[in-house]
């Protein structure tokens, strides 16, 4: 069971019902030992009545009285004894009436036993000896099975009641026990980096295992609400203290090209620092937009806007970049429905892909851009003919500085453009993932987004985002 309060009601259960059913057979091992007792006790005082009616000297009597006197000693018990009297080695001095002459079984070296007679059934025996005579007694045990059947239906009853019983006040009892911890869980699922300063309130009783749960998350969370706060810290740092300097080196060196003083070998030198600073300017930005996104310091502008629309407004922009590099393009839309999106950032996520599969495709290759929405999202997929990538190569694609298939010669990129996707992606509430093609051939890489299916719900979904942003 993966919820802890089911598995609490069930080990409270189990355990009061094991403890239960322990106690039901030492209760039936008792009660059978004492009512066993009590039929002993039973025999015995027949026999000294039959002691007591032979008297002092029965060794001298004949059996014609022997049999007298325990006749008229045992008649009237003759329901609940069963007697036989045999004097060693074979002789029998007497059966009771209730017998109908079937001597009782002797079991050698016993003298208190259990034992079967046919048309009788079972007897609690007891075998006394009074030379140069062994009585041997017999009481029915059948009153005694009837009490401990009687008593396992009480208890199997009882414990069916225990069980249900107690897996309700288990029920109960972790439900109590729980809540705590689950108005911890709430608590620490409405922390986010838009409300690091909320803390878990600590439980009145400060001394248990409790309070110190509570003391060490509060403790986890002031070290993450100190991390973000030097993460946004070291976002703002970098981006003033690096681009600036980045900018005065392009400067300068802008300044040389333009006085025209430099030598040609120079000015290719030159050249070739500007473009190595416009890429580190690049991979600069790229790397602060994707630190800010980890800890939604992006603040989205979300609209709700049709993809239908947003495809159309940019197809001709992704023919013209397509066209340029040689490859075909195909697009295609199906479904209507409203988004929530800020168009500049879901507009850079189409690019890079496309971007992505310019490099790896080959000439005139078909890359197809494919737009549905069905079953309340947006999916957007675009398809290559390039080399495409394996199952492991395709959960590592969305890393920072991963890259696969770079043709030779080819701007290779930072490494960060599906990183900064995933980001975006993530930001919309969507995601974000690349497999290979069905029919084995290039590379297919898909987002997803929530469709608003109409405009109250869209205003559900899109002012918490904006909140959170």
Known sequence: MKSLRARISLWYAMSATITLVVLFVVGYLLLENYIQRDLDL???TEFEQIRARLGTDYSALTPQIVDQRIRETTNYASVLFYINIDQPPHDILFYSNNLDGKPIPDVPGQHVYYTSVAGVGELRVGEFIMPPFDVTIGTPTRQMRQSLAAYVEVCVALVVIMLLASGLIGIGTSRMILRPVRLIGETANRIGSDNLAERIAVPPSGNDELFDLVRLLN????RLEASFKQSRQFAEEVSHELKTPLSLVRLHAERLLVEGRLERRHEDAVLVQLDELARINQLVDELLFISRAEVNGVKLNLVQQRPACFLHSIEPDLRALVEHRGRRLCCAH????LVAMEEKWLRQVIFNLLTNALRVSPPNGLIALKSIIAEGSWCVSLEDEGPGLTEEQCERV???????????GED????LGLTICRSIIGLHGGRIQAQPRKDGSGLRVSFELPVLSSATEALRTVVPAL???
């Open 467 to 469: 909140m959170k942003a």
């Open 412 to 415: 290779h990129g930072s490494g």
């Open 334 to 337: 199906a479904g209507d429905g």
């Open 42 to 44: 039973l025999n015995k």
């Open 398 to 408: 969305f890393d920072r500085f991963v890259r696969f298939n770079v043709p030779n």
């Open 219 to 222: 403790q986890m969370f002031d």
